[in-house]
Nanobody, 126 residues
Framework: QVQLLESGGGSVQAGGSLRLSCVAS????????MGWFRRAPGKEREGVAT???????SYADSVKGRFAISQSNGKNTLYLQMNSLKPEDTAMYYC????????????????????WGQGTLVTVSS
């Protein structure tokens, strides 16, 4: 079974940057949609960014212009470059993958993603 393994989380001051990575345990794995979600304490899970098999991306309004999602050429590694981090970005970040592309992927609704990583913690201090 394919597993998703996140890395790159940590503690950073406001205004700083982090790059999250997510590697699929099976090199040849690819999906129609991959994305990053986050859950802050006391809040619901939020779809941060997704990318479909055509390379079309979708971002939450709260991160537009600051975060960028991308994939490696082989599409087995997913990245999230996070710049100008804010304390409100503090959360556990999860990598996810699913079989539905197009509008389903762009909706960033977590129910359309079926494979999830264990998460990596991002803490932004003011």
């Amino acid at each position: 079974q394919v597993q998703l393994l996140e890395s790159g989380g940590g503690s950073v001051q406001a205004g700083g940057s982090l790059r999250l990575s997510c590697v699929a345990s099976r090199y040849s794995y690819s999906s129609s949609c991959m994305g990053w979600f986050r859950r802050a304490p006391g809040k619901e899970r939020e779809g941060v960014a997704t990318i479909d098999s055509d390379g079309i991306t979708s971002y939450a309004d709260s991160v537009k212009g600051r975060f960028a999602i991308s994939q490696s050429n082989g599409k087995n590694t997913l990245y999230l470059q996070m710049n100008s981090l804010k304390p409100e970005d503090t959360a556990m970040y999860y990598c996810a993958a699913g079989p539905y592309g197009g509008n389903w992927c762009r909706s960033r609704i977590y129910r359309y993603l079926e494979l999830w990583g264990q998460g990596t913690l991002v803490t932004v201090s003011s």
